[in-house]
């Protein structure tokens, strides 16, 4: 039998802007899931809350400003990825300093939550969409 398949804890961010769009990110060539739109956040690394994650995080690939009180948990996804099991907690993040940028070549866009079907998202983040419709 093969080696059972770790479980990969993931924190992402929903940031959402005055005009209530959130903010997703395309994941660049090379990537595993190249192409697909995902929320910024990353793999929690070993000591760190999921909350320092997303500070983090926030930081290195937009430049983003926030705190552990900004953040509100929405909800989480969970997904059997070939090689990992994904569990992937959401945050959302309404109050952040700094106009998001890209630092690490990503393309960003500002989208309506009920417009975020538009674009193709990894498998794990489809079930999220609808909170953040009833949210927003
Ligand atoms: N940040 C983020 N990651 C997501 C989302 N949905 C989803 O399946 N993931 C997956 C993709 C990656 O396998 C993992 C996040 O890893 P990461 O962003 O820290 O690392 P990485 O791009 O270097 O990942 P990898 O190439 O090693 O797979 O979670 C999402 O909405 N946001």
Not at 8 to 27: E, F, G, K, P
Not at 66 to 78: E, G, Q, R
């Amino acid at each position: 039998m093969s080696d059972p398949k770790p479980l990969l804890l993931v924190a992402a961010c929903a940031l959402v802007d005055s005009d209530n769009r959130v903010l997703i990110a395309q994941r660049p060539e090379g990537k595993s899931l190249a192409g697909l739109w995902e929320f910024p956040g990353g793999k929690v690394e070993p000591g760190e809350t999921p909350e320092e994650t997303v500070i983090r995080e926030l930081y290195e690939e937009l430049g983003v400003v926030t705190k552990v009180a900004c953040l509100a948990p929405l909800t989480f996804a969970s997904h059997a990825y070939e090689r990992f099991n994904l569990l992937m907690p959401l945050f959302v993040c309404r109050r952040f300093e700094n106009t998001p940028q890209s630092r690490e070549g990503q393309a960003l866009k500002w989208v309506r939550a009920n417009r975020l079907r538009d674009w193709p998202m990894p498998p794990a983040d489809e079930p999220l969409i609808p909170f953040l419709e009833d949210l927003l």
